[in-house]
């Protein structure tokens, strides 16, 4: 089996890593510096540095979240959607389908073996001083032990399956999101299913329909991120590489500094500033009346699609999210978000409570009710050396992650797929026709699955231009062009195997001209009732 290849740089790494750093970030200031997610010290006071719009966003965890989402949306799509638009629906269909095989096995294995990882550390007592933290957040997150073996298998084996079901996680209680990125994921799947065959512009009516139905159904989490991704697709298929030189330099940089500045809406307290009081009333205005509690959810999720169409339409910051640091985030992003709390419970908690648990008077502490006493946290010093030992650390074993766990996980799937997919040719595609025109066009022929054809035509089948459009959809594609096992012929004369053996899988299995019938059924058919 060929192993995985390393992706290249690009911008979407570069985000997701941003992304998943800011998510680490904001539950190390959730946990220690709670006050961070209002926007000032009380409704009289002035606000602090980290609680000053954009800046605040170091505590941004939720707008991080939606940015997840919404790449989930843009990335699953785009494949599928260029294949759609370029009319080589079969190949959509078949890459569609195989993808929603193959994620639900991406994200199930690594997901269940970081629960193990949190699992086994639970059981060996590195959570215990968690679970007497003085920050409310680390208590909340940090379990107990079983009290036998046999209970704490079962509750593993729980998390392994019924986490599934909701998302809750009995030992990381973080990874519930990753529920719902595979719910997500299946909605795309299906949405791209039921418009395979709807024309581009249609296609966008729909998704926009499902995008105001999820806001008004309060379908803040998944619903109206996933269709931002999906339109953000379109954007992409529709322009290509000239997005960036779509727009008038200084209105991408404008999107990207509002989007910035709605993503600061705060999550705690809205009403002690003016700005937050301001967007609470606005978004109270146009959203369901119980989703008067989630307003953030919609404002970051406002804030993370304006901000993505600028860095869309911007080459300065395409450029600045392809670099190498970045893109090393974003592929460590996914072992990151799934090991940070881990060892935010243990390592990072040992360092700041180390002392005072070292201490058996502070360790034999008890409250009045004979609870044990909340241990005390060291002082700024401690955090100086503790966080980046921490961040180190965590980068440093996802790092052994990506190298060591995720290509197992891809090679399981890998060899799911190749034992239970049916061969192409029982998909039956061992045969394709092609449907040509008089012998001034592009003439007619038929081939075997080697490649090789005739035809009857006077000149070559493909003209120059339509041949330029190949090649930019070969290299656009070719990254999601499985082997097929049918052929085809076109032009006069034959096709040397020389030629075939150079021709993308996508265009011998399905020739353009079926493409083409494809996306004008009615046109196409009158066409060729006149041929024959």
């Not at 299946?186 to 729909?206: D, E, H, K, P, S």
């Not at 070969?474 to 062009?481: E, G, K, V």
């Amino acid at each position: 089996m060929v192993p995985p290849k390393r992706r290249d740089d690009n911008w979407i790494d570069g985000l997701r890593g941003i992304a998943s750093f800011i998510v680490v970030t904001g539950h190390i200031l959730t946990a220690f510096a709670p006050y961070l997610h209002s926007p000032s010290t009380s409704q009289e006071g002035r606000p602090l540095l980290f609680q000053l719009p954009i800046i605040r966003l170091c505590v941004g965890g939720r707008a991080a979240v939606c940015i997840f989402f919404l790449v989930t949306g843009f990335v699953n799509s785009i494949n599928p959607i260029k294949n759609m638009q370029a009319g080589n629906t079969e190949l959509a269909l078949t890459n569609l389908a195989k993808s929603t095989f193959t994620r639900s096995g991406r994200l199930f294995f690594p997901t269940n073996i970081g629960a193990t990882v949190a699992w086994t550390v639970c059981q060996l007592g590195g959570f215990n001083i968690a679970r007497r933290a003085d920050a409310p957040w680390i208590r909340m997150v940090a379990k107990t032990p079983g009290p036998t073996f046999w209970l704490a298998v079962k509750a593993l084996l729980r998390n392994w399956t019924f986490f599934w079901n909701n998302g809750d996680g009995t030992y990381d209680p973080v990874h519930w999101t990753i529920v719902f990125f595979l719910s997500g994921s299946m909605r795309i799947y299906l949405t791209l299913l039921a418009t395979a065959l709807v024309r581009a512009r249609w296609r966008i009516t729909i998704i926009v329909f499902l995008y105001i139905f999820s806001w008004c159904t309060s379908d803040y989490i998944v619903g109206i991120n996933i269709n931002s991704g999906l339109l953000l697709a379109h954007l992409q298929a529709t322009y290509g590489s000239r997005a960036t030189s779509t727009l008038p330099k200084p209105l991408p940089a404008l999107l990207i500094l509002v989007g910035l500045l709605i993503c600061s809406f705060p999550q705690d307290n809205h009403q002690w500033t003016g700005w937050s009081f301001a967007m609470r009333r606005l978004m109270l205005s146009i959203t369901p009346v119980h989703a008067e509690r989630f307003i953030g959810r919609y404002w970051v999720n406002v804030g993370c699609t304006v901000l993505m169409t600028g860095v869309f339409f911007s080459r300065n910051a395409r450029r600045l999210l392809t670099h190498p640091l970045f893109n090393f985030l974003g592929r460590c992003s996914f072992p990151v978000y799934l090991l940070h709390n881990t060892l935010l419970r243990s390592l990072l908690v040992w360092m700041v409570y180390g002392a005072s648990a070292a201490s058996a008077e502070e360790w034999g502490r008890k409250n009045q009710d004979g609870s044990p006493a909340q241990l005390r946290r060291g002082g700024t010093a401690t955090f100086v050396v503790a966080v980046p030992v921490f961040y180190a650390v965590l980068y440093a074993v996802a790092w052994a992650w990506m190298e060591r766990v995720d290509p197992l996980c891809a090679r399981i799937v890998g060899w799911m797929r190749e034992r239970m997919f049916a061969e192409e040719e029982e998909l039956g595609r061992e045969m394709t026709t092609g449907v040509g025109g008089t012998s001034g066009g592009n003439g007619n022929g038929n081939g075997n699955g080697n490649g090789n054809g005739n035809g009857g035509g006077g000149v070559n089948g493909t003209m120059a231009r339509e041949k330029e459009k190949e090649k930019e959809l070969w290299m656009d594609l070719i990254s999601n062009a499985g082997p097929s096992g049918s052929g085809s012929g076109s032009g006069s004369g034959s096709l040397s195997s020389a030629t075939t053996a150079h021709t993308p899988a996508f265009y011998v299995a399905l020739p353009r001209q079926q493409g083409s019938y494809l996306r004008h059924p009615a046109k196409q058919r009158s066409r060729a009732e006149q041929r024959y």
